[in-house]
């Protein structure tokens, strides 16, 4: 185990302290206040100064998350809001996004709201309003390594209708800066099935200020419509709160390296000698990334969304032979790392690697 400058055995940790709680942990708490009461949530301390929060009755997504105090995501004023006060007609999705470092979009659809034959589709899908069942916290010793996880299982389903099993592995190590998240999708009925899914990860200030910029390797780039079409040259950098912004959509078919994986990073050069969130994806699984730029005040956040079909209303996708499918008993997974980067150094490496 990694501990300040020092790497340790298990035994060498054990005859130091009473509990391993001293240098990190999993802690789980519930929350309650306002419209977050009841919600289940696991504090995250890697003991490397990087913490994170999993919340098990919100899809076990991610909301707050920081580096030796600094946050790094952006938090809406929704708050980590219980499900039962979830809207599904048309943007009412909105009114419990919190934002975070991820919200998952999807299972069977995400995007803009609109009608696919005769169901009627909301925002974004119901995956990060749904609460996981047989929630684990795994977090043990494996070797000389101790390992933070959490895991259990969101299921999108509904009788006569599509049924897809999602299984969510997130993990870390004592003395790491980063997270995987392992995800495994599972159609567990008895037809074919949409599977559309984007991870919404939402870099904030201070992170996000107007000399942050955004790394990544698209072997193409287009903006989503119109109005985001002007700001195409500008798409890689960001300003400071803007009086009545309109917000941006990208999307970049990513470059993978030779491991198959595609990475993209928010970096600020000037805060804290230099910082940097970055993603890392299986671009075989999630060839694509969705960039949502929003530079408006009160609202400042940019999204940087691996993804695995563009965002968009699923009876367009279908449309235009676009839209993702499982077969009945077909699974597949999909694997990401979030992390930081400290130093000029290391955003040096990033930055010519996804060069």
Avoid at 5 to 34: F, K, P
Avoid at 225 to 247: C, K, L, V, W, Y
Avoid at 270 to 285: I, N, W
Wanted: aromatic content about 8%; charged content about 25%.
């Amino acid at each position: 185990m990694r501990i300040g400058n020092r790497h340790y055995t298990r035994a060498e940790v054990l005859e130091r302290v009473g509990s391993i709680r001293q240098l990190g942990g999993v802690r789980r708490c519930i929350l309650d206040d306002g419209r977050s009461k009841g919600v289940t949530a696991f504090e995250v301390d890697t003991g490397a100064g990087f913490r994170f929060t999993v919340l098990p009755d919100r899809g076990l997504d991610i909301s707050s998350a920081s580096f030796r105090g600094t946050n790094l995501v952006h938090l809406t004023q929704n708050g980590e809001a219980h499900p039962a006060f979830y809207e599904p007609q048309g943007l009412g999705w909105l009114r419990t996004f919190f934002a975070g470092l991820l919200t998952t979009c999807g299972l069977t659809y995400l995007g803009p709201p609109g009608q696919d034959g005769e169901e009627i589709l909301g925002l974004h899908g119901r995956a990060t309003t749904t609460p996981a069942r047989q929630v684990c916290d795994l977090s043990r010793w494996e070797g000389d390594e101790y390992v933070l996880e959490v895991t259990g299982i969101i299921e999108e389903s509904h009788l006569f209708g599509d049924k897809i099993r999602l299984t969510r592995t997130i993990s870390t190590r004592m003395g790491s800066r980063s997270l995987t998240i392992r995800d495994v999708a599972e159609n567990f009925g008895y037809r074919t099935a949409p599977f559309h899914i984007l991870y919404h990860v939402n870099a904030g200030f201070p992170l996000l200020d107007a000399c942050s910029y955004l790394v990544l390797s698209p072997c193409e780039s287009e903006a989503c419509d119109a109005h985001s079409a002007a700001g195409m040259e500008q798409m890689r950098i960001f300003t400071a709160p803007i009086p009545g912004f309109e917000e941006e959509n990208f999307l970049h078919r990513m470059y993978p390296g030779p491991d198959g994986w595609a990475t993209a990073a928010m970096v600020n050069p000037e805060l804290e000698g230099g910082l940097a969130l970055y993603v890392r994806f299986d671009a075989r699984a999630l060839p694509l990334l969705n960039e949502w730029k929003m530079m408006g005040q009160g609202d400042y956040v940019v999204g940087v969304e691996p993804c695995n079909a563009p965002c968009e209303n699923r009876a367009i996708l279908r449309e235009q032979g676009r839209l993702p499918f499982l077969e009945p008993g077909e699974t597949r997974e999909l694997n990401l790392e979030i992390g930081v980067l400290q130093g000029a150094e290391e955003i040096e490496r990033l930055v010519k690697q996804a060069e």
